[in-house]
């Protein structure tokens, strides 16, 4: 389980917080986040400022634990993060 995500229950999700040493960097995974997010069909809840991102990948809501789906879109992500920089 990486580091970035937080389990939460009621309803299941994971959330996470990503910091970026500049608003280029967070510019640059938020473009990539949106192309991931449109090729998994999967659309995260996001907060942001200028150097971090705060995400919300919630499960479906008939599940009581976070999903393997939700799991596997974190996984995803993390491979963004080391690739920006985060």
Do not use: C, H
């Amino acid at each position: 389980m990486s580091e970035t995500w937080q389990v939460r229950k009621r309803p299941a999700r994971l959330e996470g917080r990503v910091e970026f040493a500049d608003y280029n960097a967070t510019r640059d995974f938020l473009d990539r986040l949106a192309e991931l997010s449109e090729r998994e069909q999967s659309y995260p809840n996001l907060s942001f400022g200028r150097t971090y991102v705060n995400i919300t990948l919630d499960s479906p809501e008939d599940e009581d634990e976070v999903s393997e789906a939700t799991w596997r879109i974190a996984r995803l992500i993390d491979e963004l993060v080391a690739g920006t920089g985060g």
